[in-house]
């Protein structure tokens, strides 16, 4: 796996042993003990061999063809999970292992649930679910507090839910707390189902609200009551208000305290930052807009401020707020303050854990003594947050080492995870790495998890401690015991019975373990687990010294004829072009290899054989005369390579002889062209037989681009002269190029791009559509003349054209977003040729209205559904009459359409996605609907909207009735969870007011924190 590609694993550290030349093995899972299944042995599932190309698209689609239902397709899933650089296909791993079902592989996917990508760790939450793991639990509360990104907090939740039901009640009412409404969803529903069956849940969930100051607590409760007793709660019940929060604008400010964050940028440039609040600026560097966050981080550098710094720093503390700590981390690198009288103004305070981090962190890398001394002693804080920051500093520090290794006594894991870190990193230093081993050889006994069980093996095998190595051999961990057998064997300590069934173990964890030279000579050809075989031929490379010439002879031999081009290329070093024939035969093969790496490692090897022209004369004309056609055509290669006048009388005797194959002699033939015309002067026989060589300057074949299916009804897009399919296509959920293709080809000719969707981007680029009757919707989320120009100039130059189709302001939420400059920008734009039509994208349908009767804008894109159908009343009627064109988009309501509302009869048919976009498609006025399918299958489902886009009359009043009960019960899920209190503002003002007097009125502790 030589490419890298986005998603790549950091390179983890491990002991010298056999086992762990394969590949980094972090994480390895539990296994039965067993022999390997004596069918699987000698055999190799293609997909195997295509899971460790260095093609990271080929490795995608090997690890979905895996035979999942032999054990050897399972752990080559462990292995593509755990160490591949490509987080697809990690992802896809750890999907496919869920679906196997076997517990074996829950350890594995435990340890893929610390993956740096979060689709991975999703993945694993998922998979761990549907094997119905109870050892997810503690990851899922760990999970809940820590983990940074919302839809894996989401999958953590449901995936404790579906394994504990009842038992996971705690870290549900907990995630009710949580700053993004749509991990609160996923709680309300898993309480809501729980609570359906078990009254116990109920009455917990009723003593919880009333006990709690959390204002989303109490309006989930409502929420939760109205579904268990089927009677509609009002979204202004009891519990689902707060008490308003203290302002973060004074008075005079309340132009920056606008809904749509574009605007609130574009005045935050015209204003002196010393006029903004510095409560306000922290609270951006937590807002989703990318734009308003980098101006806020950029406003607090230049302040300089160390007041603001503090409280920017309390956004580490709250990993859950998606980009925040990432902001505050990039404005304290850039610092250009004294960081370490802020170092110590920090330890001056009671300690904060992010706070903490960046102190010690600092004191570490200055060296800084005093610094150093006052972070020691927070090594034993009560809180467990505020030890692991100490901690995170002090591994770096040599001085501190004896106060970081009696941390490993720490009664929490995660404490003692930061040691452990340090450990797997292999500190530089000899007498370093010595402490860290005797100190974890120590802690032996104490050692829980397999993280410290692997630790504790690593760092015996490291002293040569046979007697806790000897105990490892017992470990239930396959990983834990493989390092113990590697040791083991290593010393030659390990009897020949236990060799023999580490050997035959079904795991190729352990039977790489016990490689020698002579297991590795049959492992290499015989095991069923590809990274085995590539585990014994490094051993044999590694140690060819310790073999006769035979018997590296047969091992290169056997390899070059394996479907792994890795060995293969590996072979190709161990051959000699001037040993035996059969050697300089396996090497003219390989030359011809499909793998680039297999020829050039043959090619290496021919190379440097002195005496290779003879040896290939007399392969070629010889007593013992090769016979094999593609022998032959490779010899005749290497023996003209050089294209000299030696070599052209080479080839004019084998052009004449009449003997060679039809084969040999077309390959001769097309030789000739390497070999100047001026040559065949003197051989006019020779110069007939010359291949025609291509007209210099002549052009290729134009490319056919397939058109669009006929049969697709393309609509006007008001009155822009554009005509576009009633689907546009987004590319939000990164569709590969073939399923965008598909969609083309169907008769899809409207994209929906933003910046970030690479895989639409290369398709846009690639010419494997024609750009003529493409329509693609790009836009901006930013607001100001200036702003605009420069998001039109990188979508032109991202796309690689001259003009974009229709370009929106993006996501409006305010009236003040398209004022006339914003609308004079884009019809400037217009009038240049830069852009064909503009308009933007709201929510809010009176804002939309209103602006059309200020403007004439050409394009809007709104929110319309069976359960939004309030555009039907005024908007769409007023955009056209005017001739606006219209986009809809979220046709299913994120889904709820597609499932029963409250009060309707279970038995009642539900409505379909394609049913969603007919609908809306079928209103006057509408251009075209946005679809954005996750998958291949979900686009080919959606794709029947093309066929027929309007829904049939009498199937109008039902889906309108079906709406009618998905919104009742939608608006009392925003009054109650989506929009209750417990957001990114209340979150940082709970982070603000914290070490704040409980005494004081929440106003009064705003302002001093404004000074």
């Not at 000899?430 to 410290?452: I, W």
């Not at 019809?827 to 403007?855: C, M, N, P, W, Y």
């Not at 954005?932 to 794709?943: G, I, M, V, Y």
């Given at each position: ?987 940082l003002l709970a982070l603000l007011d914290e070490d704040e007097p409980p005494s004081d009125a929440p106003t009064q502790r705003m302002r001093r924190e404004r000074g």
């Open positions: 796996m030589g490419s890298t590609s986005p998603g790549a694993r950091p390179a983890a550290s491990f002991s010298n042993t056999a086992l762990l030349m394969m590949a980094s093995m972090s994480g390895m899972s539990s296994t039965l003990p067993g022999r390997v299944e004596s069918a699987c042995m000698g055999s190799l599932d293609p997909a195997a061999v295509r899971l460790l190309d260095e093609n990271a698209e080929v490795r995608r689609e090997a690890v979905e063809a895996l035979d999942t239902s032999v054990p050897p397709g399972r752990y080559a899933l462990r292995q593509a999970l755990l160490t591949d650089e490509d987080a697809e296909v990690r992802a896809s791993a750890a999907r496919r292992l869920g679906e196997a079902r076997d517990d074996r592989f829950v350890p594995a996917l435990l340890e893929a649930l610390g993956d740096p990508l979060p689709s991975v760790r999703d993945r694993a939450w998922r998979a761990l679910a549907r094997m119905g793991a109870q050892s997810l639990l503690p990851q899922a509360s760990r999970a809940l507090r820590e983990e940074p990104v919302w839809w894996v907090r989401r999958a953590a939740i449901r995936a404790a839910a579906s394994v504990a039901g009842s038992g996971a009640l705690e870290l549900l009412l907990e995630a009710l707390e949580d700053p993004f409404w749509r991990v609160r969803n996923a709680a309300v529903q898993a309480l809501g189902w729980l609570g359906d069956a078990e009254p116990l849940v109920r009455q917990r969930v009723g003593a919880m609200a009333e006990g709690s100051r959390k204002g989303a607590v109490r309006a989930a409760a409502v929420y939760l009551e109205g579904v268990w007793s089927g009677v509609a709660s009002s979204p202004g019940a009891p519990g689902s208000s707060s008490q308003p929060g203290p302002e973060l604008f004074p008075r005079g400010m309340e132009a920056l305290d606008n809904e749509d964050p574009a605007v609130v940028t574009a005045r935050l440039e015209r204003m002196p930052s010393s006029d903004v609040p510095v409560s306000a600026l922290v609270k951006w560097l937590g807002d989703p807009h990318e734009p308003l966050r980098t101006l806020a981080r950029r406003l607090l550098r230049e302040r300089r401020d160390a007041e603001a710094l503090r409280l920017a720093m309390r956004w580490l503390d709250e990993p859950r707020v998606p980009h925040a700590a990432d902001e505050v981390r990039a404005l304290l690198e850039r610092l250009d303050l004294d960081d370490v009288a802020l170092a110590s103004r920090i330890l001056d305070e009671p300690p904060r854990p992010g706070a903490v981090g960046h102190a010690a962190w600092l004191a570490a890398r200055r060296a800084h003594a005093g610094l150093l001394e006052r972070v020691r002693p927070l090594v034993q804080h009560p809180e467990p947050a505020v030890r692991r920051a100490a901690l995170s500093g002090l591994v770096h520090d040599p001085e501190s080492r004896v106060v970081v290794l009696a941390a490993l006594e720490d009664p929490d894991e995660a404490v003692r995870g930061t040691i452990l870190s340090a450990w797997e990193r292999r500190p530089v230093a000899q007498d370093a790495l010595e402490t860290y081993a005797r100190a974890l050889v120590a802690f032996a006994p104490r050692a829980r998890s397999p993280r410290e069980r692997r630790a504790v093996a690593e760092a015996a095998a490291l002293l040569e401690d046979e007697a806790v190595l000897s105990q490892a051999l017992e470990d239930v961990e396959p990983s834990v015991r493989a390092v113990a057998l590697a040791a083991l064997a290593a010393r030659g300590v390990l009897s020949d019975a236990e060799v023999r069934a580490a050997s035959e173990h079904e795991d190729p964890w352990i039977r790489a373990a016990v490689l020698n030279v002579e297991s590795a000579r049959v492992a290499c050809d015989d095991d069923p687990d590809l990274s085995v075989r590539r585990a014994a031929m490094s051993l044999l490379m590694s140690r060819r010294h310790e073999l006769r010439p035979h018997e590296v002879r047969s091992v290169a031999l056997a390899g070059s004829r394996l479907p792994d081009p890795w060995i293969r290329a590996r072979a190709a070093g161990l051959l000699r072009a001037e040993g035996e024939r059969e050697e300089l035969s396996a090497l003219l093969r390989l030359s011809l290899d499909t793998s680039p790496m297999v020829r050039a490692a043959a090619a290496s090897a021919l190379e440097v054989c002195e005496t290779l022209d003879e040896r290939l004369a007399g392969l070629l004309h010889g007593p013992e005369r090769e016979q094999a056609e593609d022998l032959r055509v490779s010899a005749y290669t290497w023996l003209l390579r050089q294209a000299d006048g030696a070599a052209f009388e080479r080839l004019c005797a084998a052009l004449r002889d009449s003997t060679e194959p039809a084969r040999v002699a077309s390959h001769l033939e097309a030789l000739t062209l390497v070999f100047p015309d001026e040559a065949f002067e003197a051989v006019p026989d020779l110069h007939r037989r010359r291949p025609t060589r291509p007209q210099r300057g002549t052009a290729s074949p134009a490319r056919v681009v397939p058109e669009p299916s006929p049969h697709t009804s393309q609509r006007p897009l008001g009155q822009t002269g554009l005509n576009l399919s009633p689907l546009v296509l987004s590319g939000a959920h990164g569709l590969p190029a073939r399923s965008l293709a598909e969609a083309h080809e169907a008769g899809v000719n409207a994209f929906f791009w933003e910046p970030r969707y690479a895989e639409l981007t290369r398709f846009l680029r690639s010419g494997r559509i024609r750009r003529d009757g493409l329509v693609v919707v790009a836009g901006t989320y930013h607001s100001g003349a200036e702003a605009i120009r420069r998001d039109v100039r990188a979508a032109l130059r991202l796309l690689r054209t001259d003009r974009l189709d229709v370009f929106l302001l993006f996501w409006v939420r305010s009236r003040e977003r398209l004022d006339a400059e914003n609308f004079e920008a884009l019809e400037a734009l217009r009038a240049e040729g830069k852009v064909r039509a503009f308009g933007f994208s709201t929510h809010h349908r009176d804002i939309a209205l209103e602006a059309l009767r200020q403007h004439p804008w050409p394009v809007v894109m709104t929110r319309h559904s069976a359960a939004h159908p309030g555009a039907e009343a005024a908007f769409f009627p007023e955009a056209l009459a005017r001739g606006t064109g219209v986009l809809t988009f979220t046709a299913t309501c994120y889904g709820r359409l597609l499932r029963p509302a409250p009060g309707e009869p279970p038995d009642l048919p539900l409505p379909s996605a394609v049913d969603c976009y007919r609908y809306s498609l079928s209103q006057p006025g509408v251009g075209a609907c946005l679809t954005a399918p996750r998958n291949h299958r979900e686009l080919r489902q959606n794709l029947e909207v093309l066929e027929r886009p309007w829904m049939m009359p009498d199937v109008l009043a039902a889906m309108r009735t079906h709406g009618e009960r998905v919104r009742a019960s939608n608006q009392r899920f925003n009054a109650l969870v989506r929009q209750a209190p417990g957001g990114t503002r209340d979150t």
